[in-house]
C-alpha cells in the first residue's frame, strides 16, 4: 500500500516554487506568505499581495486578501508580491 499520507498531497505553486499542500485543507492568506517568503510580517509598512490562478471551478482565479482561504486544487499558481512602504 503506497503512503497514504501522500494521497492526501497536492502540488501547487507559490512564486514559481513547487509546494505539497494537503488538498482537502483551504490554504490561508498568512499560510501562503510564510511559504513564499518564510514569514507573514505583521507591520503595517509592508503589504502582501496574492493572485491565484487554476483553482476550483467555483473560482478559478482570484485574489486572496488578509484573513481569506482559499480551497486548494492541484496544480494551482500563486504570485506573492511584498511591497513596502516608505
Known sequence: MENQK???LVEVFINGKSYSVDKNDDISYE????????E??????VIYTIL??????D??????????????KKGMIFNVTRTDRS
Do not use: Q, R
Request: charged share 35%; glycine share 10%.
Open 6 to 8: 501522500d494521497d492526501k
Open 31 to 38: 499560510k501562503i506568505v510564510t511559504l513564499a517568503f518564510g
Open 40 to 45: 507573514c510580517k505583521n507591520d503595517p509598512n
Open 52 to 57: 491565484y490562478y487554476k483553482g476550483n471551478s
Open 59 to 72: 473560482k478559478p482565479k482570484g485574489e486572496l486578501l488578509k484573513g481569506e482561504t482559499v480551497k486548494i
